[in-house]
Nanobody, 125 residues
């Protein structure tokens, strides 16, 4: 059984920072992507940041480049998302996800195999 547990969400004022963490258990492979997606009210789920669990290559949505940083621990079972300079457009439900393989379309939600329950991030003006 694979389980992804997110933590670190909450409410913050615009310009502030939050750090999200995702811990995966029950995963016996680490050869694909692990990352974060988000979904705001009335919008589609979108990729935020991903990291290749073997090579460490990262992908960022244009809207978060320079503000968000994704990282993983040496065991490649925990992934963090440091979010700085937050604005209200960053508000939404953030989901940790794992894809078994790397390759193209790292931000396509339909290609991911495992998902966390999601954690709320609210940024106030």
């Amino acid at each position: 059984q694979v389980q992804l547990v997110e933590s670190g969400g909450g409410s913050v004022q615009a310009g502030g920072s939050l750090r999200l963490s995702c811990t995966a258990s029950g995963v016996t492979y680490n050869n694909g992507y692990m990352g974060w997606f988000r979904q705001a009210s009335g919008t589609e789920r979108e990729g935020v940041a991903t990291i290749h669990r073997v090579f460490g290559d990262t992908n960022y949505a244009d809207s978060v480049k320079g503000r968000f940083t994704i990282s993983q621990d040496n065991a490649k079972k925990t992934v963090d998302l440091q979010m700085n300079s937050l604005n209200p457009d960053d508000s939404g439900m953030y989901y940790c996800a794992i894809r078994r393989s790397g390759g193209s379309r790292p931000f396509d939600p339909s290609t991911y195999n495992y998902w966390g329950q999601g954690i709320q991030v609210t940024v106030s003006s």
